[in-house]
């Protein structure tokens, strides 16, 4: 069977969080990013307006943060 991993879930009355996980040289981190109802709201606008998922649209985003080094500063290292 394979590997299964724990995943953490929100608090039933706590805010929405999206957990990223980075692979890097064999090394795993994941960072949870708490989302107000706002910021759900506009992502799924945004998302709508590109024809994307909100998965898709935080890929999107995660990349370009990547590729202009900012990505510790997102994630607060």
Same mark, same amino acid.
């Given at each position: 069977?394979?590997?299964?991993?724990?995943?953490?879930?929100?608090?039933?009355?706590?805010?929405?969080?999206?957990?990223?996980? *980075?692979r890097y040289r064999g090394k795993e981190r994941?960072?949870? /990013?708490?989302?107000?109802?706002?910021?759900?709201?506009?992502?799924? $606008?945004?998302?709508?307006?590109?024809?994307?998922?909100?998965?898709?649209?935080?890929?999107? /985003?995660?990349?370009?943060?990547?590729?202009?080094? *900012? /990505?510790?500063?997102? $994630?607060?290292?």
């Amino acid at each position: 069977m394979g590997e299964q991993k724990e995943v953490s879930q929100p608090e039933a009355c706590g805010a929405p969080v999206v957990a990223i996980t *980075m692979r890097y040289r064999g090394k795993e981190r994941t960072a949870d /990013i708490p989302l107000s109802s706002a910021e759900i709201e506009v992502l799924a $606008l945004e998302a709508t307006s590109r024809d994307l998922a909100i998965a898709e649209l935080l890929g999107q /985003i995660l990349v370009a943060a990547i590729n202009k080094d *900012m /990505i510790h500063k997102m $994630l607060g290292d």
